[in-house]
T-cell receptor
Framework: AQSVTQLDSQVPVFEEAPVELRCNYS??????LFWYVQYPNQGLQLLLK??????LVESINGFEAEFNKSQTSFHLRKPSVHISDTAEYFC?????????????FGQGTELSVKP | DAGVIQSPRHEVTEMGQEVTLRCKPI?????LFWYRQTMMRGLELLIY????????DSGMPEDRFSAKMPNASFSTLKIQPSEPRDSAVYFC????????????FGAGSRLTVL
């Protein structure tokens, strides 16, 4: 079975500052890793994913995450945040055996960007 | 495509009543998931279907919960009888299996049981 731990429940940050949202996972098999974002009163949206290949993956709005197998981590980073990045961010894992059929989410990290 | 459509968006009911939540997945998607989100427990996978067949319902809390997918374009999650602890936001999501975990979520159904 897989599990995901997001180490920070809330991260307040000022606009244009860098941010890192931490995620660790546990699994006995190879995994796929994801970050989803949830804006207020909306469903979750895929932000970025690691399936294979390069361990550094990027989103279209400047976020990036790096898969670190030895540390079982998939931290999310952005060098300069905007007010519009305020949202809740979820790290998720699925196992390669089921080819992503079952997605397990972390508890979420609330990112609050202040002007 | 209009995305994953859930109804109702908000439901307020009294304890003991039956609640039915509905979901229309994206056309062409063959996997459907029901998640529940609460402050205390976060996002929990309740059940998922591949090609209309339930694959894993280990997350369904108890016998009061049931889910069906009679065809590729419709699914229901039913709670009977409802209890205050069932109050949560219920999300439906769909994907094209094998999707590698790329799910498209609906906007959610917020259930309040008084």
């Amino acid at each position: 079975a897989q599990s995901v731990t997001q180490l920070d429940s809330q991260v307040p940050v000022f606009e244009e500052a860098p941010v890192e949202l931490r995620c660790n996972y546990s699994s006995s098999v190879s995994v796929y890793l994801f970050w989803y974002v949830q804006y207020p009163n909306q469903g979750l949206q895929l932000l970025l994913k690691y399936l294979s290949g390069s361990t550094l993956v990027e989103s279209i709005n400047g976020f990036e995450a790096e898969f670190n197998k030895s540390q079982t981590s998939f931290h999310l980073r952005k060098p300069s945040v905007h007010i519009s990045d305020t949202a809740e961010y979820f790290c998720a894992v699925s196992d390669r055996v089921s080819q992503g059929g079952k997605l397990i989410f972390g508890q979420g990290t609330e990112l609050s960007v202040k002007p | 495509d209009a995305g994953v459509i859930q109804s109702p968006r908000h439901e307020v009911t009294e304890m003991g009543q039956e609640v039915t939540l509905r979901c229309k997945p994206i056309s062409g998607h063959n996997s459907l998931f029901w998640y529940r989100q609460t402050m205390m427990r976060g996002l929990e996978l309740l059940i998922y279907f591949n090609n209309n067949v339930p694959i894993d319902d280990s997350g369904m809390p108890e016998d009061r919960f049931s889910a069906k997918m009679p065809n590729a374009s419709f699914s229901t999650l039913k709670i009977q009888p409802s209890e205050p602890r069932d109050s949560a936001v219920y999300f439906c999501a769909s994907s094209f299996y094998p999707a590698g975990g790329v799910l498209t979520f609906g906007a959610g159904s917020r259930l309040t049981v008084l």
